[in-house]
């Protein structure tokens, strides 16, 4: 049976899936954790507690005020120490709650039981309310506040729940694991997301490199109506939102505009289960699956990591100490992902995984002559031309830019992977991107 | 004569008088009229077209002068590659007394060399700065210093700029340099400065722009600025050219006399000046390094 | 810090497939092997001896302008300037004399390649113009062909020449009648004269499956460009069988073979989309029909690349992939 993807551009890094078999567990809480601020996309949330202040795990400790913005909640209970900056994977400090821990005591309206909850009588406004005030936001990589998704404007409406268990990436599996041991939950979760979005239709799309899961999702189904498991080739980046629709409708969303504009919300796999909990245990996103792994590593693991954890504690919790060889950091996947510059960071919201890179996998070789070959047109999933853009942006050509849809570029990194000369096309791209997104700013400023 | 050549002669004469009359017509219908003193600016103008005046080219630059002279008032337009002598001679041509102007100078505020800041991270990626500066803080930690893969020097289009291969840090020459102020647009952590170039070339400034704490600060750099205030208070109180503001000191330039007295007191050598700054007596450096050390203590 | 290294920090992403340029001029160097051993075995060592020669020059010609008179880095190890002498070895008779080769070199590296900046920016294919000056220079050497299968040890050829079957078809001026062509097995195994590397149409085509399975290339060239040239003299042949050679014979004689699956494949002077490949390829073979039947020269292959290569710009222009989201296909709202 041939499988459902998209149908242009892709390739494919070897998966690496190396702690697909780890099964998830918990990283013993430290000493002191510190809570960024800004864990999604948007404005950082406003700091509402106070130097000497007693949190318990979930306490709302900074308040999302503008449209686009979240809540933010203690992961720990114990006492605030102070506010200071962070250094996160951005490569710059923000500034974090720094919270001394002291036991383990949650706020008493959390439902701690672990027995299902199927059930959910609340209105979809409500929901949306919920998802709100718990400060759940996308766990795919994106933290882009979820309320605000289902804030549909008036006008336009959606058929579709698109769920995102697909984890494109090489080396992640923390949804991977999610969907083995936590599927019931994940699938009341979409349950809840469907009557949000006021949709009857959900297609949970699984990349076919995780044939377990699929069956176990699949088989879970019989309980469930309108819930639909597809798998999907594998093909990077399947998992982007406008290559996933146009793998599971066929629908291209076009230049410029959102899922809602054909009639979807996508949500990844994981979010659906902070949802789950959101929804019905009242607890906010306080902790996430994050996978520790590494070619290098004696043991990779895939860690429930609550926020604000410094990095570095996941590999004292394995026994292990980073391999002497290691040259890289990364906080996401390899494709993707952000190189940080010590395992001194708190994870966040957003954090997916940890990798450790020996030298000779994070050399760069040196760029040489483009020759032409036109594979980076091949692989691009935006049907952009990447040699020139590249030229473009080195030239500073930003209106030629702009208008070969420059601000297209979904970023996946196709390109510069398949680059036979090593050329950092993606590096020039992105400069030629911002550049134009803010001179388009400015313009409509004036 | 050959009929050949009679009719060549006729036919080439007809074409020749007729593109004549075309072209006649057409420069008199299309004729724009421009004020004649547009050129005479224009061919003051040194004609480099730097764009420093912040007006397209030099005949932009005309065509501003002419306009502002209409106005009554051309003080303030400055050309900085031609000084005051090309903006006197304008002035004359346009029949206003001699302009007075500041000239200024690019300076780099950021000592981060390899020596002071060294290098912790290898950075590889496109060798601009404006790229490396949305990857990461910098090689050596500093999220405000310099960079040093000179996107300075690529914008100076009079050669004033050149990376110093020991330091790491772009160097301005001062014989070039003609304060167009591409510099300061190039570099994204807007480490340059134009600062006036001072009476007999003598200038002070603070070297540094990190606005993080004092402690956290010479983590990274050992001529950090630590605001500890000394440079401050020991400006004279007539003049408090001196504020401290989001951890990081600054000289107002309208106001510093550049005597020179803060660059010796700077407990981390922030401060730099192009002259021999005067010694500090021995009593009053001690009372500076027990004041800072005992600051340093309390902030910790 | 990790124990030995300062950590590396670089933007996204963080992997590479394993692809370069240069496992790239080494896989095509390969597939040329099975056209060198094809044509040592037709003419001797002589046919060795100019393959290494042109290498020689090439890549001697290449080092020199980079290092000593551009004064910048010498890129000679990414062996495109190898693959380019063994092609213009493949394009030349294996009697030409070495000075006539060097001249060719310098007008193929010299000329064609580093005046424009050196790899990936040129825009005319380098052998090619290397054997098409060669052959404006010296049209007396470039088309002495030494007899097949003599003198086979020896580093020289001696005087005997024969044709080509393309020689044989111009000569014979639409009167197909008078001479007596190369069967089409000859011309599959080399049994004839020509160019050193153009003459087994069996060991191009292997040497082409070896590109396809590694990837080096995708079939829409070569296919294309023989396909089209087959249909058009194809036409031609079915309307007058008497004028006209059949199109299998213009397949696997002359330059055809060696120019659909290595020449116009060049990475560099080819254009980047499938689209844009198709059209340079059928109008290419079209091109290439068109100078054989019609031109004043025997063989076309050389000049449709080149022609088709100065159209590649406008090509790729024209030709780019369709933007993801540009049709709309969900009306739903």
Redesign the interface.
């Known amino acids: 049976m041939k499988l459902k993807t998209f149908s242009m551009g892709g390739v494919h890094p070897p998966e690496n899936k190396l702690s697909a078999r780890e099964p998830i567990q918990a990283l013993p809480l430290p000493k002191e954790v510190a809570i960024p601020l800004s864990q999604h996309l948007g404005a950082p949330a406003k700091v509402v507690v106070n130097k000497g202040d007693a949190v318990k795990v979930g306490t709302l400790i900074a308040k999302g005020e503008s449209f686009i913005s979240a809540n933010i909640h203690s992961s720990v209970s114990g006492t605030v120490q102070k506010m200071d900056e962070v250094m996160d994977a951005s490569g710059y400090k923000k500034m974090a709650v720094i919270i001394s821990v002291e036991g383990d005591v949650w706020e008493e309206s959390i439902d701690r039981s672990p027995d299902l909850k199927r059930e959910c009588k609340l209105e979809p406004q409500q929901i949306v309310e919920k998802m709100k005030e718990m400060g759940i936001v996308g766990l795919g990589g994106a933290t882009f506040p979820t309320h605000v998704k289902y804030m549909m404007p008036p006008g336009k409406t959606a058929d579709t729940l698109v769920i995102n268990a697909v984890e494109c990436e090489p080396f992640l599996t923390a949804d991977h694991r999610l969907m083995l041991e936590r599927t019931q939950e994940i699938l009341v979760g979409v349950e809840i997301m469907m009557k949000a979005a006021k949709v009857d239709r959900a297609l949970i799309g699984i990349e076919a490199n995780k044939p377990d899961a699929i069956e176990v999702m699949s088989r879970a189904l019989t309980d469930f109506q309108g819930i639909e498991v597809i798998p999907l080739k594998v093909q990077y980046p399947q998992g982007a939102e406008k290559q996933l629709i146009k793998a599971l409708l066929n629908r291209e969303i076009p230049s410029g505009k959102l899922p809602l504009d054909v009639g979807c919300v996508v949500n990844n796999v994981g979010t659906a289960f902070a949802i789950y909990e959101a929804v019905q245990k009242n607890k906010p996103l306080i902790e996430r699956v994050v996978t520790l792994t590494g070619k290098n590593l004696a043991k990779t693991a895939n860690f429930l990591a609550r926020t604000g954890v410094m990095a570095n504690t996941m590999l004292t919790a394995l026994g292990i100490d980073m391999p002497a060889d290691t040259a890289k950091l990364i906080s996401g996947g390899p494709m993707m992902g952000k190189a940080i510059s010590s395992l001194t960071i708190p994870v966040t919201k957003g954090t997916s995984g940890i990798i450790l890179m020996d030298a000779k996998e994070a050399r760069r070789h040196k760029a040489q002559s483009c020759i032409r070959c036109g594979r980076c047109i091949t692989v691009c999933p935006m049907g952009l031309s990447p040699y020139f853009l590249k030229i473009l942006a080195d030239k500073d050509q930003f209106e030629v830019c702009e208008s070969e849809r420059i601000t297209d570029c979904i970023e996946c990194g196709s390109c510069a992977y398949t680059c036979l000369a090593t050329l950092p096309l993606l590096d020039h791209i992105r400069y030629g991107k911002t550049t134009v997104m803010r001179l388009a700013r400015e313009r409509s400023q004036k | 004569m050959s009929s050949v050549i009679i009719y060549s002669v006729v036919t080439m004469s007809v074409i020749a008088a007729f593109a004549a009359m075309i072209l006649f017509f057409v420069a008199k219908k299309f004729r724009v009229d421009e004020d004649p003193r547009i050129d005479e600016v224009a061919a003051l103008l040194p004609g480099a077209n730097c764009g420093g005046c912040g007006y397209p080219g030099c005949r932009g630059m005309a065509e501003a002068l002419v306009a502002a002279a209409d106005q009554g008032d051309i003080s303030s337009l400055l050309c900085p590659p031609g000084g005051l002598d090309t903006m006197s001679a304008i002035a004359g041509v346009l029949g206003f007394a001699a302009v007075t102007q500041e000239s200024t100078i690019a300076v780099l505020r950021c000592q981060g060399s390899c020596e002071h800041a060294p290098s912790k991270l290898t950075y590889q990626g496109p060798q601009k700065c404006a790229v490396a500066h949305v990857v990461f803080a910098g090689e050596n930690g500093c999220a405000y210093g310099c960079l040093g893969l000179g996107d300075c020097v690529s914008a100076c289009k009079f050669d004033a700029l050149s990376i110093d291969e020991k330091t790491g840090l772009p160097v301005v020459d001062p014989e070039k340099c003609v304060s167009c102020g591409a510099c300061v647009k190039a570099c994204p952590r807007h480490i340059f400065e134009m600062r006036p170039k001072g009476r007999k070339d003598r200038r002070v400034w603070i070297s540094c722009m990190n606005k993080e704490r004092g402690a956290v600060a010479k983590k990274n750099c050992a001529v950090a600025c630590i605001a500890c205030g000394k440079c401050a208070k020991t400006c004279p109180e007539k003049i408090q050219a001196i504020t401290i503001e989001n951890n990081l000191a600054y000289i107002d330039t309208k106001k510093c006399i550049a005597c020179g007295m803060c660059v010796p007191v700077c407990p981390t050598g922030a401060i730099l000046a192009t002259f021999e700054p005067p010694k500090p007596k021995a009593k009053e450096v001690a009372a500076v390094q027990a004041e800072t050390a005992d600051n340093a203590a309390v902030k910790g | 810090?990790?124990?030995?290294?300062?950590?590396?920090?670089?933007?996204?992403?963080?992997?590479?497939?394993q692809?370069?340029?240069q496992k790239?001029m080494w896989t095509v160097a390969i597939a040329l092997l099975p056209a060198l051993l094809a044509g040592t075995w037709v003419f001797g060592l002589a046919a060795l001896k100019v393959t290494l020669l042109a290498v020689i020059f090439c890549v001697g010609l290449e080092y020199f302008v980079q290092r000593f008179m551009l004064k910048t880095e010498v890129?000679v190890s990414?062996g495109?300037a190898a693959v380019t002498g063994i092609l213009l070895a493949f394009n030349v008779p294996a009697g030409i004399p070495w000075w006539q080769l060097l001249v060719g070199s310098i007008a193929a590296i010299g000329i064609a390649k580093m005046t424009f900046g050196?790899?990936?920016?040129n825009p005319l294919n380098p052998a090619l113009i290397g054997r098409v000056f060669m052959l404006a220079s010296f049209p007396v050497h470039m088309t002495t062909w030494p007899v097949p299968m003599q003198n086979l040890l020896s580093l020289g050829v001696d005087g005997k020449t024969s044709a080509t079957a393309l020689g044989m078809l111009k000569e014979a001026k639409g009167a197909l009648s008078t001479i007596s062509l190369p069967n089409h097995m000859d011309l599959l195994l080399g049994k004839i004269g020509g160019c050193i590397g153009e003459i087994s149409a069996i060991a191009i085509l292997i040497g082409g499956i070896i590109l396809l399975l590694r990837k080096v290339i995708t079939w829409h060239i070569p296919v294309f460009y023989l396909s089209s040239l087959f249909a058009f003299t194809g036409v031609l042949w079915v309307m007058n069988p008497g004028k006209y050679a059949d199109p299998l014979f213009h397949l696997l004689a002359g330059g055809a073979m060696l120019g659909a699956w290595f020449m116009a494949t060049d990475?560099?002077?080819s254009?980047?989309?499938?689209k844009g490949q198709i059209v340079f390829a059928v109008l290419g073979g079209v091109l290439c029909g068109a100078i054989r039947l019609f031109g004043a020269y025997p063989e076309g292959c050389s000049y449709s690349i080149l022609i088709m290569n100065a159209f590649v710009p406008l090509i790729d222009k024209m030709m780019?992939?369709?933007?993801?989201?540009?049709?709309?296909?969900?009306g739903?709202?």
């Open positions: 810090m990790s124990a030995n290294h300062k950590l590396i920090v670089s933007l996204s992403p963080h992997e590479k497939g692809d370069s340029t790239i890129t990414d495109s050196g790899l990936g920016k990475m560099v002077t254009p980047m989309t499938v780019k992939p369709k933007a993801f989201g540009k049709e709309v296909n969900y739903g709202q």
